[in-house]
């Protein structure tokens, strides 16, 4: 699909949209409504859907993740958040140690070596202990106030402990940890989604999420690695340390998460030993590193030294070298997805990448391969992006005998030999037969894995003997094992089939969105079973949702809302509902669901404009969805109440233009409360303080 009519219009998405960032953003001046904005990111989210090989870390659908359509609150830094400078190699980083020796004139200094954390930076503010503030680094003089995803962080302590000065901030990493990065991945491509590019823009997506449980499900993690500022110490208690070290010591007191690989060294070679030691660590640790950074030790030596431009010249950024390797092709095989889709994977001769043996590289799709030329034989340049699932960059045509031989995608399913089909607009190849054995067994294996029913001692063996043996025929057979049959399969015995069967039991009360989720709709990931859950509050709800109910959903597009629609119109699939319903499966969520009960602003759109007093934007986008109302950034005729706070600005001109009437927070809460609807209970208090 990826022709160069398809390439020009993406180029020229990314332009027009990064353009139009640009103004909405920073110049805080949009020239087009946000709904033809969010048509345009849809248009780039499906092209990129289609094939996901053309997704690239500065792809606009990168940075925000997936449908934008509301600001955060901005915050002016007190400080501004500085970046570093790099060095590539030991003579760069010699020639910085020269300069710094020059300007303190002794080379007599300790520097402390970190590792550089491959996230986004974060600004957390304490006010008498206790976090009020996450803020971004954003141009490192404005950022975005992100402070209840933030408090979503398991490691952000909420109040420190200790004595810490009345006022500070201190700054680290927000970071995707490994394997929680790795999981998601898998579980986008699963659903067919396009994968993150490198785990710094899936940290920044899942921050900037308007919705902190998106945050929260996403699991990120901190490090901090400086104080920011200080304000009203006094007294010996909270006297300020003098060097790096002793500040970060003091911080991890204060329960801050402090990266304990942080070390103090006294000269240049102690600190190529230590850039030495963590290229060949870094693949053991659960996050992401590019670097390590390097930081002179005593503060006042900082101070003295001062900055250059947005870089401190007391600290430097010492990268590791690109992760390419070359090695031959062998093979290339092919995965078939439980969606049908014919994965081509590359076979290579082992070959170490950043400390990790790499056998196996993805592929994509045909056009892919054919775009970069890869042909079977061929000697390729593999790389580990942001250390994610090893990638074919391309061939090393210098190595090329002409033995090497084009590729072609087979004609035939290689497991069920049915016909492939490629759908108009598809960059896939799929298999159509629902009965193909490659697709039961994925599906099968999704459907009981760990963000789904979570059947443990259930895994992907387990789970190919059960379909080989005939056990289990299609999800509702899970729920008809019996145990003396479990108990004669090899391996297994009484023991583990009454646990097994204790699993399987515990499954069918898994939270609504792990049973949407396992249902294996194409296109619909984690995140999106989310939002249909909270939606619905029912599977049976959802099978009955019409495309345009669907669509109306922030966060969902036709394509997605195509796909749910054509998953309930086929029969199979409407059958396992009715039977894992009748095995026990709950199907309903724990919470009201949203449409069985009348919410207050069920079906109203609602923009909020200008500075708001009891809530931030995230919270009064939270308190509307919550209540069933509708949150969008632009004011068209559909709007049906503009919020408005202090400075207004355009969108209130807007409103009145078009007879849209608009109110005020305290409104808005009233809207919510009994007067308008009598049978409902008093409004939760937006912040939901508990004293
Ligand atoms: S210190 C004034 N230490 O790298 C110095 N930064 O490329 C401020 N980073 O914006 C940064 N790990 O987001 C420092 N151990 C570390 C770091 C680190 C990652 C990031 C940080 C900064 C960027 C600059």
């Known amino acids: 699909m990826a022709d160069r009519a398809t390439i020009r219009r993406l180029n020229k998405l990314r332009e027009q949209i990064n353009a139009h960032n640009h103004r909405y953003h920073t110049l805080d001046d949009p ?70 020796a020059t300007l303190l004139e002794t080379d007599a200094f300790a520097m402390v070596c970190e590792p550089k954390i491959d996230g986004l930076a974060i600004a957390l503010t304490y006010e008498d202990g206790r976090l009020v503030r996450g803020a971004t680094r954003g141009d490192g003089t404005r950022g975005e106030d992100v402070t209840p995803n933030v408090r979503t962080i398991r490691t952000v302590p909420l109040v420190l402990a200790g004595k810490p000065p009345p006022r500070m901030e201190v700054r680290g990493e ?23 590019a490198n785990p710094r823009n899936a940290a920044a997506g899942a921050l900037r999420q308007l919705d902190p449980r998106i945050t929260a499900s996403r699991r990120l993690d901190v490090w901090i690695y400086q104080l ?9 208690a909270t006297r300020e340390p003098t060097t790096h070290a002793q500040v970060m010591a003091w911080l991890g007191d204060f329960g801050l998460r402090v990266n304990p690989e942080m070390t103090l060294v006294d000269s240049l070679d102690e600190a190529e030993a230590y850039h030495e030691a963590w290229l060949g660590r870094r693949a053991e640790v659960n996050y992401q590193t590019d670097g390590i950074v390097i930081k002179i030790d005593r503060r006042d030596f900082q101070r003295h030294m001062g900055f250059v431009g947005r870089e401190p010249r007391w600290a430097i950024a010492y990268k590791f070298p690109a992760e390419q390797a070359t090695t031959r092709l062998l093979e290339i095989r092919i ?136 056990l289990v025929k299609d999800f509702p057979g899970i729920y008809r094992l019996e145990h003396a049959r479990l108990a004669a399969l090899e391996r297994m015995g009484e023991k583990s089939a009454a646990n097994l069967i204790a699993a399987i039991e515990a499954s069918k009360r898994r ?17 999106t079973a989310e939002l249909l859950a909270r939606r619905f509050g029912g599977v049976r ?122 109110i005020g927070e305290a409104e808005l809460v009233e809207l919510a409360a009994p007067a308008v609807e009598p049978q409902r209970p008093v409004a939760e208090p937006p912040r939901g303080e508990t004293p």
């Open 31 to 100: 020239s087009i409504s946000d709904a033809a904005f969010d048509a345009l990111m849809r248009d780039l989210l499906a092209i990129e859907g289609a094939d996901p090989s053309l997704v690239t870390p500065d792809s606009p659908t990168q940075r925000v993740g997936s449908a934008p359509s509301e600001r955060f609150v901005e915050v002016v830094h007190p400080q501004p958040m500085l970046s570093l400078a790099n060095a590539f190699d030991p003579a760069e980083l010699a020639a910085w140690h020269k300069r710094a």
């Open 511 to 527: 939270p609504l969105a792990a049973v949407i989720s396992a249902l294996g709709i194409l296109h619909v990931g984690g995140e």
């Open 174 to 196: 927000v970071y995707f940890p490994r394997d929680a990065f790795d999981r998601m991945n898998a579980e986008r491509a699963e659903a067919g989604e396009p994968p993150f």
């Open 541 to 662: 709800r959802l099978a009955a949702a019409a495309q345009e109910e669907l669509e109306a959903i922030d966060g969902i597009g036709p394509v997605v809302a195509r796909a749910i629609v054509a998953h309930f119109e086929n029969e199979g699939n409407a059958r396992i509902v009715d039977e894992l319903d009748a095995a026990g499966v709950r199907l309903e969520s724990d919470e009201a669901p949203p449409t069985a009960t009348p919410q207050p602003f069920d079906g109203l759109r609602f923009v909020v404009t200008g500075r708001l007093e009891r809530f931030t934007r995230a919270e009064v986008g939270a308190y509307i969805k919550e209540r069933g109302g509708l949150v969008s950034s632009g004011v068209s005729k559909k709007t049906d109440y503009v919020v408005a706070g202090v400075d207004p600005g355009s969108k209130r001109d807007d409103a009145e233009r078009l007879g849209v009437a608009t």
């Open 228 to 236: 920011g500022w200080t304000e009203g110490s006094s007294g010996p």
């Open 335 to 470: 995965n078939v997805g439980r969606t049908g889709a014919l994965n081509p994977y590359a076979v290579l001769e082992p070959v170490q990448v950043s400390g990790v043996t790499v056998r196996q590289a993805s592929l994509h799709n045909e056009d892919d391969i054919r775009r970069k030329d890869i042909r079977v034989g061929d000697v390729v340049i593999v790389e580990r992006a942001g250390e994610v699932i090893p990638q074919v960059v391309g061939p090393a045509i210098g190595y090329r005998t002409g033995a090497e031989v084009p590729y072609k995608m087979p004609e035939r399913c290689p497991s069920c030999n049915t016909p492939v089909v490629r759908e108009e607009g598809e960059a896939a190849h799929r298999c159509v037969n629902a009965r193909c054995e490659a697709q039961r067994y994925e599906r099968l294996k999704h459907f009981v894995s760990r963000g789904a029913m979570d059947i443990e001692g259930l895994g992907e063996r387990l789970a190919g003997v059960l379909l080989e043996e005939g």
